[in-house]
């Protein structure tokens, strides 16, 4: 039982490191940006009040229904191609997408 608990420790300690490594760096690697889930990023100096009424939008993904969940993103080993970024996107229609992600 002790192992366990220890692990489980070591796991969480883990997990609030990384968390506030992403504070800083400006991502939101989990949902809503965060364990509190406030959707807010402090970080974010690019969008402003200024400038939001200028974003359009980049790609759009036919699906069944609608989407309501935000994406998961994972890297998979694709053979004869590599390591490949992939977001997972959930839809009311009943189906889970996998999409490969481009940063571009």
Request: glycine content about 8%; charged content about 15%; hydrophobic content about 45%.
């Amino acid at each position: 039982m002790k192992t366990l608990n220890v692990s489980l420790l070591i796991l969480l300690l883990i997990g609030s490191v990384s968390y506030a490594d992403d504070l800083r760096s400006g991502e939101w690697r989990t949902y809503a940006g965060g364990p509190h889930r406030l959707f807010f990023n402090p970080r974010e100096n690019t969008l402003t009040a200024a400038n939001v009424s200028q974003l359009q939008v980049k790609w759009t993904f036919p699906t069944g229904a609608i989407v309501m969940a935000s994406p998961s993103v994972a890297h998979l080993h694709v053979p004869g191609e590599g390591r490949i970024p992939v977001a997972f996107i959930q839809s009311w229609d009943g189906n889970l997408y996998a999409l490969r992600a481009r940063w571009d």
